[in-house]
């Protein structure tokens, strides 16, 4: 079963911190780069951050120094850790293999909000 299950959003103020999880099934998960994804109202979803299977990472420019992916092998899941939230930071956040396209299957995704 095909399955992407993102927690840990909320509402925070400028500078403060929050922790993302997703739980991924494992047919999505395995052999795969996996990434956060966010979607600011009105905008299209775009990549933040990735991680291979081995943990090399990638960032967005606009997160780079603030954001960090980690990923469990062993319990199919990923994090995000964000600290110094900014007010643009605002969007919801979903999980998924990279690359991914909007055909495919996503999440529910989770709401971050950053009170200026």
């Known amino acids: 079963q095909v399955q992407l299950v993102e927690s840990g959003g909320g509402l925070v103020q400028a500078g403060g911190s929050l922790r993302l999880s997703c739980a991924a099934s494992?047919?999505?998960?395995?052999?795969?780069?996996m990434g956060w994804y966010r979607q600011a109202p009105g905008k299209q979803r775009e990549l933040v951050a990735r991680i291979t299977i081995s943990g090399t990472t990638n960032y967005a420019d606009s997160v780079k120094g603030r954001f960090t992916i980690s990923r469990d092998n062993a319990k199919n899941t990923v994090a995000l850790q964000m600290n110094s939230l900014k007010p643009e930071d605002t969007a919801v956040y979903y999980c998924n293999k990279y690359p991914s396209a909007e055909y495919n299957y996503w999440g529910q995704g989770t709401q971050v909000t950053v009170s200026s």
């Open positions: 494992r047919s999505i998960f395995m052999f795969n780069i």
